[in-house]
């Protein structure tokens, strides 16, 4: 049996032991045996350990690879929920048991769960450092629930901001993602953590934007030291399925129709994995009290531009279904990363080009395998 044993909060009833009722809170869970009665583990203290939440994700994975690697224990609490196929997120998670044996937990949970939450502080005290990135993600898929989102987005983020507040007052080292999505339809040739975003146009931003006003609240009351990173656009290896990178790399690949949004000519700041996960540890390692931080790339690529370097990197031409613009989709996105590159030394190495040329390379030797 695994090492990394942790909880389960499954999606299921309750199930029935000898015992009588147990409680999905407090179902025992490890990477080999979903539902296993096992040993409880050494407890780790709150100095020891880094929180990642939703760590069986895309980027939370690759921020919890880079934490194992460099010698750390990690706390992963993620409640694989099935935005997208369940399994990538298990091989996650496989992947970081393999990677940090021992100094790897995995928690499977829901973060807005009290009686979860106070499960796992039996074994992994609340650690003084939190990289939360546990969220409901994407712009359309809000609009059509907005609920869940608020849910997970908003009573998630205050459930963690609350217990670190709490347990280690300005001891505690929060950091958690935000969104680009927050400047709305700006205008503006560069988007400045000084722009007002007072004007979000989908219930996602919106949820963002809501985050960032709550962890200064807590930085306020407790004199935490809180980040809010905007992330921009991040592809790479392990990315999310339902992201416009993998997304067109896998059908074009295939030979299956890509459908384009517009006449090709929005642009995104697209932010290649590796960049991203250096801004994040930069964000954890440099407190400085409250700091919202742009983590983008800083050089927009157009749509079409975009479909092209596919093409290019893939040697198949792309099929392409033209589509009207989709509600609550901004026309153009880029960050101006002067503040994390003087404040954290920030500064991205990945052209959009080599990103591309990185995530083909990888979906050839993993994906199609």
């Known amino acids: 049996m695994a090492s990394n044993i942790g909880l389960s909060l499954s999606d299921t009833a309750s199930e029935t032991t000898a015992t009588g009722p147990r409680s999905p809170s407090s179902t025992l869970y490890s990477s080999d045996d979903d539902a296993a009665t096992v040993a409880t583990p050494e407890v780790w203290n709150a100095d020891e350990s880094v929180l990642v ?10 921020v919890a690879e880079h934490l194992l690697r460099r010698g750390e224990k990690v706390l992963v609490i993620d409640e694989l929920n099935a935005y997208y196929d369940v399994s990538k997120k298990q091989a996650n998670v496989r992947l970081l048991e393999q990677l940090g044996g021992r100094n790897f937990r995995f928690f ?37 629930d907005p609920f869940v989102y608020v849910h997970s987005n908003v009573e998630g983020t205050t459930r963690l901001l609350e217990l670190a507040g709490q347990a280690h007052g300005n001891d505690a ?6 969104s680009s999505s927050v400047y709305g339809g700006s205008k503006k040739q560069l988007f400045s953590e000084t722009d007002a975003v007072d004007a979000p146009v989908s219930p996602y931003a919106a949820t963002k934007k809501a985050c960032e006003l709550l962890a200064y609240t807590y930085h306020h009351l407790y004199g935490m030291h809180v980040a809010g990173l905007r992330f921009f656009t991040v592809f790479g290896p392990r990315g999310r399925p339902d992201m416009a990178p993998l997304k067109f790399v896998d059908k074009v690949s295939r030979g299956v129709p890509i459908d384009r949004y517009g006449d090709g000519s929005s642009s995104r700041d697209y932010t290649y994995i590796d960049d991203v996960v250096d801004g994040v540890i930069r964000a954890l390692d440099t407190p400085l009290g409250y700091q919202i931080y742009n983590l983008g790339n800083g050089r927009p690529t157009r ?27 901004v026309p153009r996105t880029c960050a101006d990363i002067s503040k994390a590159r003087e404040l954290l030394g920030y500064d991205p190495k990945t052209p959009f080009s080599e990103g591309i040329a990185k995530l083909v390379t990888w979906y050839n030797e993993s994906e199609r395998a």
């Open 303 to 329: 749509l079409n531009d975009f479909i092209r370097l596919v093409e290019q990197h893939s040697g198949k031409q792309a099929l392409i279904n033209v589509m009207p613009e989709q509600p609550g989709d």
């Open 53 to 62: 939440t939703g760590g069986a994700g895309f980027v939370g994975s690759h």
């Open 108 to 144: 499977k949970g829901d973060i807005c769960d009290k009686t979860f939450l106070a499960e796992v502080e039996k074994s992994c005290k609340f650690p003084k450092r939190v990289v939360h990135l546990a969220a409901r993600a994407g712009v359309r898929p809000s609009i059509d």
């Open 173 to 178: 080292k929060f950091v958690f993602a935000s």
